[in-house]
């Protein structure tokens, strides 16, 4: 027999949930507060009021575009919160982008990707017509390779998307990783493809980047990559790991997959390969660049798309001259050999996109900022509070955890050539962002992972506070003039029983949610009448309290 921690909060699974229509209310205004260091918030928001929460007279008129948690469903709501058009494939979906011709183009999770277990996986896209029928199945999910959390449109009709490649344990280390920090399965960097669609199925890599090819280490000189981190700022340091925790056992992880945490491909071994967790990719086109989300390095990093595949091989090439190394960093210059604890501005952040031309904040960066730590924290993140949680409301006094979440928009600096500009002290700046929405009460806006923000063309910004399936608009001057918390979450399974992405007790999230105003091309000449019979509301109910457990046989 062996003694461990059961997680106290294994009855998730196990609660009821009912579907009701419950009655529509409006949310009371909140005050500004000021918190108590024993003052308790919710992480997971499971019992708040869900639905319409606020409309003012000063919401973009238009409609948004949401997807349920758990489901195979795109909904896109008006702002009084109804549905007004639904598509429903088969496979979960991660995200989706709306064409202007009505097309819908989605990522979704193949029912078999065997490697990549981590969040945010996919290996499917699909791109269906108004009426849901699919016109393009592209599957790129294999052993070896995998796409995940996000694609981008170009307007030549090619795709974007984030693709893991997997490395065996020894190419990694011959590679310069640290050993202490190298799974028995190998690591995951990652790579970025363009794909040009072809055919019912078809679809021709036509562009690629590999992080691969771009790393620096300074922990073995008889290894590859090695390099002094401070001289070499544009390639990306192979040591950067998260906080390190006790090895976890297989009950462990037979319980994380049975409570909803961990799909159900992952092992002891592959714990931690993915190592970056890359979630967002967008594309400027009038530089020809791409940025990337990076969370576990908390930083964004920019990219020359002017290249050919053989130079964004190298350090040499494309209109800037650094090939396929980092045109582009910012968030966390200690990556890179500069600065300190002190300089660094992201915190596992997600979304990262150009303000579009025409809108105000034009080419500037907006990124969510999730998981801004706070220095009187008395545990190292929220996950460590949800392990210890004996409800699935999971809750904790800020003075305990006391992190925030902040939207940033932001401008690179840059030469009179339009170059990144490397200051002399050798990091990138701002110093930091030109415009920030955060909670006026600090604690209220939390959360610590997925989530989004874009500009609108009136200039407000429409945010996802994502982990409670929060939506807001605000206006420049941060006043929140519409605000809807989803309500939906269809308890999508894979074949196997297990869950397509591990969301755990946040039932109710949101990876991201995208405004359209009225006259956007492709609601012209479409019913947008909301639904005649609605979606049911998932309605959760609270399990009874955990009963403590030390062993299981």
Request: hydrophobic fraction near 35%; charge should be negative.
């Amino acid at each position: 027999m062996h003694k461990y921690i059961v997680f106290s909060f294994i009855l998730l699974f196990f609660f009821s949930c009912k579907e009701e229509k419950p009655e529509p209310q409006l949310a009371e205004k909140i005050e500004v507060r000021e918190w108590k260091p024993e003052d308790t918030r919710s992480l997971t928001g499971l019992t708040v009021k869900r639905g319409l929460k606020e409309k003012t007279a000063l919401a973009t008129p238009g409609y948004v575009m949401i997807q349920p948690p758990e489901s195979t469903k795109t909904h896109i709501i008006n702002l009084d919160g109804k549905v007004i058009h639904t598509w429903e494939g088969e496979l979960a979906v991660v995200n989706q982008y709306l064409k202007e011709n009505g097309n819908l183009v989605r990522l979704e999770v193949d029912t078999d990707f065997p490697t990549f277990a981590a969040g945010g996986q996919a290996g499917r896209i699909r791109e269906y017509d108004w009426d849901g029928n699919i016109l393009w199945d592209f599957e790129w999910a294999d052993e070896d390779e995998l796409i995940h959390h996000d694609i981008e449109l170009l307007a030549n009709g090619n795709i974007l998307a984030i693709s893991y490649e997997a490395k065996s344990q020894k190419e990694v280390i011959e590679a310069g990783r640290d050993p202490k920090h190298v799974s028995k399965a190998g690591l995951w960097p990652d790579k970025i493809i363009e794909i040009k669609p072809s055919g019912p199925t078809g679809g021709e890599i036509v562009w690629e980047w590999h992080m691969w090819d771009h790393l620096v280490q300074d922990h073995d000189p008889t290894k590859n990559n090695y390099g002094i981190l401070a001289e070499n700022p544009r390639k990306i340091n192979f040591n950067v790991h998260g906080p390190e925790f006790p090895p976890m056992t297989e009950e462990q992880v037979q319980q994380g997959i049975k409570m909803g945490m961990m799909t159900g491909n992952a092992t002891v071994d592959n714990q931690h390969s993915d190592f970056t967790h890359t979630n967002a990719i967008a594309y400027n086109a009038e530089l020809d660049q791409i940025v990337i989300s990076v969370p576990a390095y908390s930083e964004i990093m920019i990219i020359d798309h002017g290249t050919t595949i053989e130079e964004a091989k190298g350090s040499t090439g494309g209109r800037w001259g650094h090939g396929g190394d980092l045109l582009y960093r910012w968030g966390n210059p200690v990556n890179y050999g500069k600065g300190s604890k002190a300089d660094r501005k992201l915190f596992f952040e997600h979304d990262i996109k150009w303000i579009p031309k025409g809108y105000p904040g034009e080419g500037h960066l907006m990124v969510f900022n999730n998981d801004i730590e706070h220095p009187d924290n008395k545990v190292p993140s929220m996950w460590a509070v949800l392990m210890t949680s004996k409800s699935p409301e999971v809750e904790a006094p800020v003075g305990v955890l006391g992190n925030h979440s902040a939207v940033f928009e932001f401008v690179p600096p840059t030469n009179s050539e339009g170059a990144y500009i490397l200051e002399e002290e050798g990091t990138f700046g701002p110093e930091g962002p030109l415009w920030t929405y955060t909670s006026p009460d600090k604690y209220s806006f939390y959360s610590a992972f997925v989530s989004g923000a874009h500009r609108m063309k009136n200039g407000n910004t429409l945010i996802t506070s994502g982990a409670k399936g929060r939506l807001m608009e605000v206006t420049p001057d941060q006043k929140i003039v519409w605000e809807y918390w989803n309500p939906y979450n269809d308890q999508y399974r894979m074949p196997d029983g297990t869950v397509a992405s591990p969301i755990g007790p946040f039932k109710y999230m949101q990876y991201r949610a995208t405004h359209f105003t009225e006259d956007f091309p492709a609601f012209e000449g479409k019913d947008l009448a909301p639904l005649s019979e609605q979606p049911k509301p998932f309605i959760f109910k609270m399990p009874p309290p955990a009963v403590a457990q030390d062993s299981i046989q």
